[in-house]
């Protein structure tokens, strides 16, 4: 199993301030992942990457940047927070062996975010 | 495009009895692969079963199987002897090949098992 590890495990923070979630694997994973996910519904994606140096923005549309300078970190930063960024935040990895569709994700514990 | 669809926003089920959890998915990719997780009021995601869209038999994993009709486009999930730490948000998932490779999640179903 993949040890991954999200922190802060909650956040509450005023609007307009810059934050900075943080996310680590220690298993040497070249896919990392950010999902969005509101109370109750479904997970979107905002942002992967399959290596250091390499970002791409998902599905659902968000102001947070990603990046990827070392190989077990991918921390996700919000320049300007607002109560909409309000949500979970999920962090996932997973190693790319073996054929593409069965790829399993590992996913940290989420940091809960609440911008008042 | 792909799309995953979980009808059941609640179920309810007695400790002990088994329970299956619908899901319809809809891809015009020849090769899929479907997911189930199973989310904790805690928050993580955890992996439970995996079934390829080739696989010729339904997976298995310890009290979890899935039960897959490709003609249906259906991949429900089957809990048996449900036990109180079942209670939990329950997702399907599926991920594709090429610009639909990226995992894709339904709604999501709450599961609460009653003593």
């Known amino acids: 199993e993949a040890d991954i590890y999200q922190t802060p495990r909650y956040l509450v923070i005023g609007t307009g301030k810059k934050i900075t979630l943080e996310c680590s694997q220690t298993?040497?994973?070249?896919?990392m992942y950010w999902y969005q996910q509101d109370p109750g519904m479904e997970l979107h994606l905002i942002h992967y990457?399959?290596?250091?140096?390499?970002?791409e923005k998902g599905d659902l549309s968000s102001e947070s940047t990603v990046s990827r300078i070392r190989t077990e970190h991918f921390p996700l930063t919000l320049e300007s927070a607002r109560p909409s960024h309000t949500s979970q935040y999920l962090c996932?990895?997973?190693?790319?062996?073996?054929?593409?569709?069965?790829?399993?994700?590992?996913f940290g514990s989420g940091t809960q975010l609440s911008v008042l | 495009a792909q799309k995953i669809t979980q009808t059941q926003p609640g179920m309810f089920v007695q400790e002990k009895e088994a329970v299956t959890l619908d899901c319809t998915y809809d891809?015009?990719?020849?090769?899929?692969?479907l997911f189930w997780y199973k989310q904790p009021s805690s928050g993580e995601m955890i992996f439970l079963i995996y079934?390829?869209?080739?696989?010729?038999q339904n997976a298995t994993e310890g009290r979890y199987s899935l039960n897959f009709q490709k003609a249906r486009k259906s991949a429900n999930l089957v809990i048996s002897a449900s036990q109180l730490g079942d209670s939990a948000m329950y997702f399907c998932?599926?991920?594709?090949?090429?610009?639909?490779?990226?995992?894709?999640f339904g709604s999501g179903t709450q599961l609460t098992v009653l003593p």
């Open positions: 996932a990895s997973s190693d790319t062996t073996g054929a593409a569709t069965n790829e399993k994700l590992f």
């Open positions: 298993m040497g994973h070249d896919k």
């Open positions: 990457s399959y290596g250091v140096n390499s970002t």
């Open positions: 891809t015009s990719d020849p090769s899929y692969g």
């Open positions: 079934q390829g869209s080739y696989d010729q």
């Open positions: 998932a599926m991920r594709g090949l090429g610009s639909a490779r990226q995992l894709t």
